[in-house]
């Protein structure tokens, strides 16, 4: 099972748009917040080897959010495979899914940018009952 972390937001003024719900740029802002996030769970040592570049991402918008509201985005990764992995997010009122994504991740070195393979000491911080 995969490691699951868990952002809370308050939706504010600054995410609202002229549709007066929050913008679908704010979501994509949500997920990488989210991502970041749970990076920085990843003790300094091994997380100070690599870095993450966004190579792709899809999100489904299902229900809008409203200003005040009370968010959770709730994400995991699903896979590591070479340099890529790929991770899940949902942004929740309660239990009500507002939205989903997916996001393609490269891992790169943090000291020459090149593309790094993710190694089996990074894997185990997500999914901890690996062995």
Known sequence: MPHIFYLPIKVVAEDIDELNHVNNIVYLR?????????W??????IAS?????????????L???????????????DNFV????????????GVEVLARSVTH????????FRPKRITEEIVKQFFPDTE
Request: proline share 3%; charged share 25%; net charge negative.
């Open 30 to 38: 949500y997920v990488q917040d989210a991502a970041v996030g749970h």
């Open 40 to 45: 920085k769970t990843v003790p300094e040592e």
């Open 49 to 61: 080897q690599i870095i993450w570049v966004a190579r792709r991402h899809e999100i489904d918008y």
């Open 63 to 77: 229900k809008p959010a409203f200003m005040g509201d009370e968010l959770v985005v709730k994400t995991w990764v």
């Open 82 to 93: 070479g340099v890529k992995s790929l991770r899940h997010c949902e942004i929740m009122r």
């Open 105 to 112: 991740w490269i891992s790169l070195d943090a000291q020459t």
